[in-house]
């Protein structure tokens, strides 16, 4: 039998005790409701032994305070106690509760993980909505119910390969939660489904909505190689928001498992992130994970990040929302090593305009667009109309972006993407399963819009998804278009009108050349490629450019060419089903124009007025007569380097394309190019390697090009050592430090960003023992941060010596003397109990008598 030596009036004693049972009881009036299992309470510890698989328990109240411990000892992992607060009050936690099987806490007046609290168990589900015992002992994990809150202000972890879920009406998250492998998922609605599928995986769904559901993640929930879910569904359709994400949720890549964040607000009230969402994997091998931003108004806004990068494989980024979408976020998509990630963001209409994205505002920030596509490819769905309202720009990118509306989508702006690709689709079935609005579909770009890129497509179908949904017209007003491939596919008709100004030269046109090299023009309607007014140029020159054309015939209703086509090589292509009856009127030549009757091929040379064309005896296969022949060219390839933040500049290489089978390198090229970076490079991104001429030549028929690389610059590694440190037995914990290696260029911790921290399971009542020390919280641009864990000592207290007992109010004979927390003994004869030189607290905290 153990007794605590105090020395104090029984006054005190019983108005301490009053005060302790008040604010901080633990938990009350237990009594088991289905499986087997008892509760025993010792001092501030309530321990359930848990002998069934499953334990259902009806407690009258369930509170921990800051010194109290609640334990459950389970007989597996995969066991789970159930723990329903039947009374009137919410429940509160302070201090700890541990569990080496998985706990259910339901109380429909809402549970508080207060700060300080730390939850350290083998998987967690805290619900102020109901569950019956006969779903929960059959396995059905239904809860339901229109009460409470769940808040999180403590330091939740759960086992790997486990989960913690978060069940209310109104659920937040201001806390810690880890779950490593694992899941966890924040839920709101009238029911609340979770499905365990193995490995720690869990689905939830959501059914029916609640007035003022919430869900808000406001510090950090970290699921690495795992998953996050937060998903809510509110009543009222003109709520502000109801899935919130301010901080951070990290679901890293780990090996071959990927990290998965989904955030979905239902069918009304607004999903906003303005935090961090972190599904990268860019350790070796490892491929960026996905995330799901879903809604009927999402808003990914300024100062939000989305970190979906890979070493091997970028990650997929969705952001959608049925009725509106607001995105001004950063997103990383990029691969170190392979294929870049893809962004998806879709609606039911989508403008791309110069203005900040707010929650007010439903448009797509051109300035994030362009950011986007530098790291990967970016595509913008729209159950309706696309519109482009602001030029869309990126030097480097060799990415993809496309617009691909379920009507018509409206180019305003120029689109500047020299060395990547950029795809148009109208007419197209509704994105995401939103109802589009009626009318057919058309691609149209206003006077002076244009694009420049390495390749462009229009494709422009009918459709036959809910309704028959015909293809409009594929529109040009005005502007330039300079690309090397240009290629056009519509069920409707093509008009192209380049210029609006007298005697003025437009042209669709290749990069660097200033001519283009191929261009496919397919259409079933009128094929209109002209001018406004007829005394101007249409260039087409130096390479090929075709028309596929899938009608039985080509008249002069379906062409118009008022101006003149000039170049010295150009050659012009008409393919018809019916060639017989095709006709090519109202066109003057300065070069070679061919004609393709079905699989034969015919040359002809203008040398008279219209349609008076001659065969040209002996055709040839050589010198760009044929399809995607021409001359041949060697393009000068920058290499594309790498290196770790810190270290210097890799020397910078090139190596050449494009050479024919039979010549050799030496025949057809002299000299070298010169390579130049421009930018230091000092801080992680990607640089461009920019490649000139130098003293390059190519000859014996070659012509040359050019075409840049880049300089990688990728984190350096950088480790986050808590410091070991000690203390005695009832102390509080020392302030940690920590020890920082790997910094680069002279820099400090003055360079990182957020704040660290620590976390530890001991406690001012903690047994003597070693315990963890874990970093956490501080992020950086340059640094891949890793957290080593330090190692708390709590120590026994020295024995009181015996000379300090003066004063005596009892005595004992022959007993020992321990302290709390220790299995060290002293033996005495006798013990006296003083109160003027040793203070009840002393003698209360430091000594036990057996």
């Known amino acids: 039998m153990l007794y605590r030596v105090v020395a104090t009036s029984l006054l005190a004693i019983a108005v301490a005790v009053a005060m302790h049972c008040s604010l901080y009881a633990a938990p009350a009036g237990g009594q088991i409701a289905a499986g087997v299992g008892n509760i025993a309470q010792n001092g501030t510890v309530t321990t359930i032994n848990q002998v069934s698989d499953k334990l259902a328990v009806n407690w009258q109240s369930f509170n921990i305070a800051a010194n109290e411990k609640v334990q459950f000892i389970q007989p597996s992992a995969s066991a789970i106690a159930l723990n329903r607060i039947l009374g009137n009050n919410p429940t509160e936690v302070y201090g700890q509760l541990s569990a080496n099987g998985k706990v259910f806490l339901v109380n429909p007046n809402g549970i508080l993980f207060g700060p300080g609290a730390q939850i350290n168990v083998g998987g967690l589900v805290a619900s102020s909505q109901k569950i019956t015992d006969a779903d929960f002992m059959a396995g059905r994990y239904i809860f339901s119910g229109e009460n409470g809150q769940v808040v999180n202000q403590g330091n939740i972890q759960a086992a790997e390969n486990s989960y913690v879920a978060l069940l209310a009406p109104e659920v937040r998250n201001e806390g810690v939660i880890t779950a490593r492998l694992g899941s966890v998922a924040l839920g709101s609605g009238q029911q609340a489904t979770l499905d365990f599928t193995g490995d720690g995986k869990i689905n939830l769904a959501i059914d029916g909505a609640v007035a003022k559901a919430i869900v808000e993640n406001r510090c950090l929930i970290q699921a690495d190689g795992g998953m996050v879910i937060m998903a809510a569904k509110a009543k009222d359709a003109l709520i502000d928001t109801v899935v919130n994400n301010s901080g951070i949720i990290q679901a890293r890549s780990m090996a071959s498992e990927n990290g998965t964040i989904t955030i979905s607000g239902g069918d009304s009230g607004f999903v906003e992130v303005s935090g961090t969402l972190d599904v990268s994997g860019i350790n070796a091998g490892e491929t960026g994970g996905t995330v799901k931003v879903l809604g009927d108004k999402v808003g990914v806004l300024t100062g939000a990040k989305v970190n979906a990068a890979g070493d091997q494989c970028g990650g997929l980024v969705e952001v959608s929302g049925k009725s509106g979408l607001a995105f001004d976020g950063q997103v990383n998509l990029a691969a170190l090593n392979g294929t870049s990630g893809k962004l998806l963001m879709s609606s039911k209409n989508v403008l791309v305009s110069d203005s900040e994205a707010n929650g007010s505002t439903h448009n797509v920030s051109a300035a994030a667009v362009e950011a986007a596509i530098a790291t990967g490819n970016v595509t913008l769905q729209a159950a309706n109309d696309i519109t482009i309202d602001a030029v869309i720009s990126s030097q480097d990118s060799t990415n993809e972006l496309k617009l691909e509306a379920g009507r018509d989508v409206v180019v305003s702006d120029s689109i500047y993407l020299p060395r990547g690709t950029v795809s148009l689709q109208g007419n197209t079935d509704p994105a995401g399963g939103i109802n589009r609005d009626h009318g057919n579909g058309n691609i149209i770009f206003d006077e002076f819009a244009g694009i420049t890129a390495d390749n462009v497509l229009m494709l422009l179908r009918s459709t036959t998804r809910y309704n028959y949904w015909k293809a409009g017209e594929i529109r040009i007003s005005g502007g330039q278009f300079r690309t090397n491939t240009f290629n056009v596919y519509t069920d409707g008709s093509f008009a192209q009108y380049l210029s609006q100004i007298p005697n003025e030269t ?120 044929f399809c995607f022949t021409g001359i041949p060219k060697l393009t000068l390839v920058a290499d594309n380097v790498s ?190 109990i003083v109160t003027d030189e040793m203070s009840d607290e002393y003698l209360e905290e430091r000594l036990l008598v057996d």
């Open 506 to 625: 437009y042209a669709i046109s290749g990069l660097g050349s200033n001519y283009c090299n191929d261009v496919l023009i397919q259409a079933h309607g009128d094929i209109s490629v002209g001018l406004i007014k007829s005394l101007s140029t249409l260039i087409v020159s130096k390479r090929n450019f075709f028309i596929l054309y899938n009608r039985d015939e080509l008249n002069a209703n379906s062409q118009s060419y008022p101006g003149i086509m000039t170049g010295d090589t150009g050659k012009f292509w008409v393919y018809a089903t019916n060639p017989y009856n095709s006709d090519l009127k109202h066109m003057a030549a300065q070069s070679d124009v061919k004609k393709l009757y079905g699989r034969p091929a015919v040359l002809l040379n203008y040398s008279g007025p219209p349609n008076l064309f001659a065969p040209r005896p002996n055709i040839s296969g050589k010198n760009g007569y």
């Open 643 to 832: 290196k770790t933040y810190g270290d210097p500049n890799p020397p910078l290489t090139y190596h050449v394309t494009g050479l024919v089978a039979g010549d050799s390198l030496q025949d057809v090229l002299i000299g070298s190019p010169v390579l130049i970076l421009r930018e230091d490079g000092k801080n992680c991104g990607s640089y461009p390697v920019f490649i000139d001429y130098g003293t390059a030549i190519a000859y014996n028929g070659y012509s040359l090009g050019l075409l840049r690389g880049s300089l990688t610059v990728k984190k350096a590694p950088l480790t986050v050592k808590a410091n070991d440190e000690a203390r005695l037995y009832g102390q509080t914990n020392p302030i940690f430090t920590a020890s920082f290696s790997g910094f680069k260029l002279g820099e400090d911790q003055s360079v990182l960003n957020g704040k660290l921290e620590y976390n530890t399971q001991a406690q001012p009542g903690s047994p003597i023992g070693d315990y963890l020390v874990t970093p956490f919280g501080l992020t950086s641009d340059n640094y891949d941060i890793y957290y080593t864990s330090g190692v708390l000592k709590v120590l026994a207290n020295p024995m009181p010596h015996k000379d300090l007992y003066k004063s005596v109010i009892a005595s004992l004979k022959a007993v020992n003397i321990r302290q709390p927390g220790t299995k060290e003994t002293d033996r005495y004869d006798r013990v006296t």
